[in-house]
């Protein structure tokens, strides 16, 4: 992506619904919000298409959504902002360091869309649903919560059956063509999802729940 403009500005004025020091709120998470309800994470959130209309439909829950790149979740903030949202948080960093930023069972569920497929065998560990990472999001997310996965991409759906399968996190609705499936109804599609199905790719989905 193209360097934005003004970006320091931009970010700036987003300064309300981003957290700068997402160590300090490990175990405070839901004190931001001012409230005890249901909180729930997306990882890889690009532009902020999906959180934002999944906030919107649910008002009572709480959203926190983590991407890497700057100039990307910038854009993300700046769609929730225009749609006055009170109910979602954007923070930039790694997954990889999430045990570090939420406490053991903080969170209710755990959203990943498109994540990145590192096709290359020698990167396998740098997937998003490798069993390391299930390990970490099997630690903050509590009893009975779900963890919630779309790809387009079929190698690595077909990885990641296993990695579930290796974490011992049962599956359900899983299936390989979402957009014809009875789960369809009230799927909210990303911006990844409506790229790759209008160049023809069907939309893999499962649904992992936690058990402690
Ligand atoms: N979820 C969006 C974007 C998918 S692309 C959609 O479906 O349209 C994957 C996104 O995940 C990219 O924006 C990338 O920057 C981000 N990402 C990849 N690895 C990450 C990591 N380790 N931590 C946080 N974000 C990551």
Known sequence: MRKKKNAESRMNACADIKIDNPKEMKGKWRETF??????????????????????????????????????????AMEKAKKAELTNVRFVCFDAAEICEVFEEGELDGLYLNFSDPWPKKRHHKRRLTYIDFLEKYKKIIKNGGKIFFKTDNRPLFDFSLIQFNDASIPL?????????SMWEQGNI????????????????????????
């Open 34 to 75: 001012d409230h005890e309800g249901e909180l729930f994470l997306e990882i890889g959130c690009g532009k902020g298409t999906f959180v934002t209309e999944l906030a919107k439909r649910n008002p009572d829950k709480f959203y926190i959504a983590v991407e890497v790149v700057p100039d990307v979740i910038m854009l």
């Open 172 to 180: 359900s609705q899983v299936c390989t063509d979402l957009h014809t």
């Open 189 to 212: 599609h990303t911006e990844y999802e409506d790229n790759f199905s209008a160049k023809g790719f069907t939309i893999n989905r499962l649904v992992g729940t936690i058990i402690k």
